[in-house]
């Protein structure tokens, strides 16, 4: 990593630089008259890109009729029946570039697809982003069903999860938080795959994935939607949309969910966690007619989650081992745009997030507090052939544990960003962004990437190449599973470091679409969970007899480097009203074995995966799909009973049928019946030296299930 001095410089120059050619671009610009922006209901477009919009008609016209006559949307899941080609503008990248002219590689979700997978799990996005190529979302405790999003075999902590570009789930959200987030007013779900730390800082050394919300359109909108599962499960969840006045729209997401607690193996413990969560997001939007755009967000959500053994059933040491978690979140974020001379942007965003919660471990209860907090300024323009954004960034990021304060911590990360994005000739262009933070405690961090398109009639090719970080705190996967208790205290560890890499090729005839993508990452210094040798410890600061009789562990920075390669390929085909999906993916991950000398799989990490999705859909009358998904061997660690995982199959069928604004679905999932406790006991002989009593989840443990419900559709 570069030292603080070199960091400032790099940073000055990059900055002095992007100022100066954005005062040209401006003055250029201003010599010029620029065309106006022709887009419908701008009153109610989404604020970043309204914002962008107005800057970007002129600029991308030539490009977008050029486009729709030669290209499908790339990274598009789904079509639509319209003869024109949907574009997609995302919003991820801080310049609201259409999907298909964006250097650096986004993959969206769209609406379509959004509303298919919202009827087979109502209550939260997990279903959502899992059949998702190079995705996948990995329980990370089995007692209370958390989980998190783990993209081409990076750690599930190295993904950010933004809500319109803003951390309203906290800069490192927990895994419970993935599954506390409903899909009802989602308009598209974007998602960056390798280190994005350049545009977000330490959380994003992973990847991101940015939920977009539905906007007000100019009639009054809304939807209820009633889901009943065969697990006794219900879930109710309302979005309503509607204009204020010619200036202000506003939008309310509401829902309620229910879970009861279920042994599906009759063992005593919870296979499928029980709770009760009511969720509440208002939103507010307004237009001026000076080019002042402003969106206001509140959330407010709380859920009591239950899971570990029954009343009156024990673990195998003859205890009771209940797991609760009480949690009550509140997050308030805006972004506010103005534009200038229909050729640049000044952009202000914040967020602010608390979360309380209450844990049961058996015998030990924590209570503690999360916080986060985001301030950013930005400045953007664009010419004919150049976007570019500079910025100005202050993080907040603070715990504290009323239970076991030796492990609060608050950080404070100041940061300055950039990205220019730059035509090269018609068909190739690249992308340039870089950040520096100054985090306070791990220093200075210097994070860029580079992405390059290059776009010959049907075939669109593109390579990125990024580094990041990531700040290190006590919840790595097995701590955020059975809490601090067994935890020593933390010291002597360093920022997690990675290099990513890819290379996709994708190539559209007609109504096939066809991708391959390559892709590689180094992890330096990966946070990992050790349990201490009483032999070594230095009785100083960790007292010998507590560790023997807690078998406390402690977190340390893993010895060389863990390393990730593979390929995803995709192929899309549309057939009149059927369309099909198919996908694969190939990972080989490996980090350093004992001793240094050989080299050992990542867990949990499969080397095959598969999918298929054959979908049948006439809008306004119905819809019909079969789905498949293949599951193969993957490595485990800590379980006694296998040290690999079996490969399954995960098959699901799903029909809806539409009379007018109603449409009655059912939906059943895992077809096969598939359950890791078929395989062998979710709990362990004994309890683990971390605290947990569970194996970890490599297969899926819910069983056959079937949902249902209906959608009641308002307005227009």
Same mark, same amino acid.
């Given at each position: ?137 990995? @329980?990370?405790? #089995? ?66 994935? =940015? ?47 229910? $879970? ?6 009759? %063992? ?8 009760? +969560?009511?969720?509440?997001?208002? +939103? ?5 007619? =000076?080019?002042? =755009? ?34 009550? !979140?509140?997050?308030? &974020? ?5 534009? *200038?001379?229909?050729?640049? @942007? ?8 608390? $979360? ?8 030990? *209860? ?17 010419? %004919?052939?150049? %976007? ?24 404070? /990360?100041?940061?300055?960003?950039? $990205? ?45 190449? &990024?580094?990041?970080?990531?700040? #290190?705190? #006590? ?7 059975? &809490? ?15 290099? @990513? ?31 201490? %040798? ?37 192929? !899309?085909? +549309? ?5 099909? @999906? ?18 050992? #799989? ?15 859909? $006439? ?12 599951? &193969? ?73 079937? =949902?249902?419900? /209906?959608?009641?559709? *308002?307005?227009?």
């Amino acid at each position: 990593m570069p030292d603080f001095p070199l960091t400032q410089k790099l940073t000055a120059v990059s900055l002095v630089s992007l100022l100066v050619i954005s005062q040209s671009y401006a003055n250029d610009n201003a010599a010029v008259s620029a065309e106006p922006a022709q887009t419908a209901n701008t009153a109610h477009t989404p604020i970043e890109q309204r914002s962008h919009d107005s800057n970007e008609t002129t600029h991308h016209r030539d490009e977008e009729e050029h486009h729709q006559d030669e290209h499908h949307e790339e990274e598009h899941h789904g079509d639509h029946h319209s003869e024109s080609i949907e574009r997609i503008q995302v919003r991820a990248t801080r310049l609201g570039r259409i999907v298909s002219d964006a250097p650096m590689r986004i993959e969206v979700i769209n609406g379509e697809e959004i509303q298919e997978k919202a009827l087979m799990r109502p209550g939260n996005i997990s279903m959502l982003v899992a059949e998702t190529g190079g995705v996948r979302v990995q @329980t990370t405790s #089995p007692a209370l069903g958390s989980a998190n999003i783990r993209l081409q075999g990076l750690y599930g902590r190295y993904t950010q999860l933004l809500s319109d570009g803003l951390p309203l789930f906290g800069g490192q959200a927990s895994s419970i938080g993935l599954l506390q987030i409903p899909p009802t007013d989602l308009a598209n779900v974007e998602i960056i795959k390798g280190s994005a730390s350049s545009l977000y800082g330490g959380s994003a050394l992973g990847g991101v994935i =940015n939920l977009i919300s539905r906007q007000p359109s100019d009639e009054f909108e809304g939807e209820m939607l009633l889901n009943l599962t065969s697990k006794d499960g219900q879930d109710l969840t309302g979005y309503f949309a509607s204009p204020l006045n010619d200036e202000f729209s506003a939008s309310l997401t509401a829902g309620a969910h229910h $879970q009861a607690n279920k042994d599906l193996d009759d %063992d005593g413990w919870i296979d499928l966690a029980g709770y009760e +969560r009511v969720t509440a997001r208002p +939103r507010l939007y307004w237009h001026s007619d =000076n080019g002042a =755009n402003l969106y206001v967000t509140l959330g407010v959500m709380n859920e009591d989650r239950t899971g570990g053994t029954l009343p009156d059933q024990t673990v195998p040491d003859g205890t009771e081992f209940m797991q609760t978690l009480n949690t009550q !979140r509140h997050d308030l &974020g805006f972004v506010f745009d103005q534009t *200038f001379s229909d050729a640049m @942007t000044l952009s202000l965003r914040g967020s602010a997030m608390q $979360q309380q919660d209450e844990h049961r471990y058996g015998l030990v *209860f924590e209570n503690d507090a999360h916080e986060n907090y985001l301030l950013e300024s930005s400045f953007s323009g664009y010419n %004919d052939n150049t %976007d570019w954004v500079v910025g100005v960034a202050f993080q907040s990021e603070v715990f504290d544990s009323a239970s076991f304060p030796t492990f609060n911590y608050s950080y404070q /990360v100041p940061g300055v960003f950039s $990205q220019v994005d730059h035509a090269l000739t018609d068909d190739i262009s690249a992308s340039v962004s870089a950040r520096a933070d100054w985090h306070s405690e791990y220093g200075t961090q210097f994070s860029p990437r580079v992405s390059m398109l290059y776009n010959p009639g049907n075939w669109t090719l593109r390579g990125s190449y &990024g580094k990041g970080y990531f700040a #290190p705190t #006590p919840f790595v996967e097995d701590i955020e599973a059975v &809490g601090l208790s067994r935890l020593a205290p933390i010291e002597d560890i360093d920022a997690e470091e990675a290099t @990513t890499a890819s290379i996709d090729a994708t190539y559209t005839y007609g109504s096939i679409e066809t991708g391959l993508t390559l892709f590689g990452s180094n992890i330096d210094g990966v946070t990992e969970l050790d349990v201490i %040798d009483p032999a070594i410890i230095d009785p100083a600061v960790i007292d010998p007899v507590t560790v023997v009789n807690d078998k406390q562990v402690r977190l340390i920075n893993a010895p060389g480097v863990s390393r990730i390669r593979g390929a995803e390929l995709l192929v !899309r085909y +549309r057939w009149h009203d059927v369309k099909f @999906t198919g996908s694969y993916l190939y990972t080989d991950s490996s980090k350093p074995g004992e001793g240094g000398f050989d080299r050992t #799989p990542i867990a949990l990490t499969p080397k095959h995966s598969a999918g298929g999705v054959i979908m049948w859909e $006439q809008h306004g009358k119905g819809l019909l799909g079969f789905e498949a998904y293949y599951t &193969g061997t993957q490595r485990l660690e800590n379980n006694p009973y296998l040290s690999e995982g079996k490969p399954y199959w995960h098959l699901g069928l799903l029909g809806q049928i539409t009379i007018g604004q109603v449409s009655w679905f059912l939906n059943a999932e895992n077809l096969l019946n598939v359950r890791q406790t078929k395989v062998h006991p979710l709990v362990l002989p004994q309890q683990a030296p971390s605290g947990t009593w569970t194996t970890d989840i490599w297969s899926r443990n819910d069983g056959f299930t079937v =949902n249902g419900g /209906v959608r009641i559709q *308002f307005g227009d």
